[in-house]
């Protein structure tokens, strides 16, 4: 850990801000232990300036009048940490934990370092609870999602909402609901259904084969325009295009009928961007 500056408005990293707050009367008790003993514990910051352990101390900071103490947390796993250390720091049910610890794994932000590949051991070990409960968790935010807050503040216990989550997936999964849901997403295998063309099971198979495929392509065209375009604006603005010497080419020589076709397929890159409202 690093200290860190002063800061003015500090957000929350979305791991610890999962974790429900302090009521007024704990922050105000809390308050008071700062004003006659001292911050104890700095508040830790990521590498972005947002908190990872320290919400309420900064609050009660605010509260007692007092500047607080930061530092910076210099780790490679800031998801993780923060997951830890909250989970340890407060009186929490363990249906609470393992709510936060399955939500935290579901909105993470950068899955090469953060929470979302990890495995449901490995959680129930950063939040202090079983595989069992993590597991429950997990059915919750799938098949009954909106409990998973009321869970998380406490006014819906983690076994209830099992409960309805387990109801939710025995309804999704009848054959009625899978159909209504096929024909939701993809009229043309739905009809192909009905009309004996397709299992119901096939369909589905298909469905999650043109869903992958589709993955697949936007994550390619995603690379290839990511590697082309920003060299390109690179350009802009230098000497680069007088430079240019067919003699030193190393693939397909470029002619005014390659920059005719790159400038059309940019101007239609430009026209969907604007179309999905990209930056």
């Known amino acids: 850990m690093t200290e860190s500056p002063r800061r003015t408005h500090i957000e929350s990293h979305p791991t610890t801000a999962l974790f429900p707050m302090l009521d007024d009367d704990e922050l105000r008790a809390l308050a008071d232990d700062i004003i006659e003993l001292g911050q104890h514990h700095p508040i830790v910051l990521d590498a972005d ?4 352990d320290g919400r309420n101390r900064l609050k009660a900071c605010e509260i007692a009048g007092i500047e607080p103490v930061y530092v910076t947390y210099d780790g490679n796993s800031p998801s993780a940490y923060a997951l830890s250390v909250n989970s340890r720091h407060r009186h929490l049910t363990k249906g609470q934990l393992a709510m936060i610890a ?6 993470s932000e950068h899955p090469e370092r953060s929470l979302g590949e990890q495995s449901v051991r490995s959680l129930s070990e950063q939040a202090g609870v079983s595989t069992g409960r993590i597991t429950q968790a997990t059915m919750v ?7 998973a807050d009321a869970v998380i503040k406490g006014s819906t216990g983690l076994n ?14 009848s054959a009625e609901a899978q159909l209504a849901r096929l024909r939701e997403e993809d009229p043309e295998l739905a009809d192909r ?22 993955k697949r392509q936007r994550k390619v065209a995603t690379r290839l325009l990511d590697e082309l375009v920003p060299p390109l604006a690179q ?18 020589p470029l002619t005014r009928e390659i920059i005719a076709h790159a400038m059309t397929a940019l101007a239609e890159m430009d026209q969907v961007w604007q179309e999905r409202d990209l930056p």
Do not use: C, M
């Open 102 to 107: 399955a939500k935290a794994r579901s909105l």
């Open 160 to 173: 209830e909402a099992y409960a309805a989550a387990q109801e939710n997936k025995a309804k999704e999964n």
């Open 49 to 52: 300036g947002r908190i990872l």
């Open 141 to 147: 935010l799938r098949y009954a999602p909106h409990l």
């Open 235 to 252: 350009t802009r603005g230098t000497r680069t295009f007088s430079r240019y010497d067919p003699a030193y080419a190393t693939g397909t």
């Open 193 to 214: 259904v009905v009309e004996g063309d397709l299992t119901l099971a096939g369909a589905w198979a298909e469905r999650t084969e043109r869903i992958e495929e589709d």
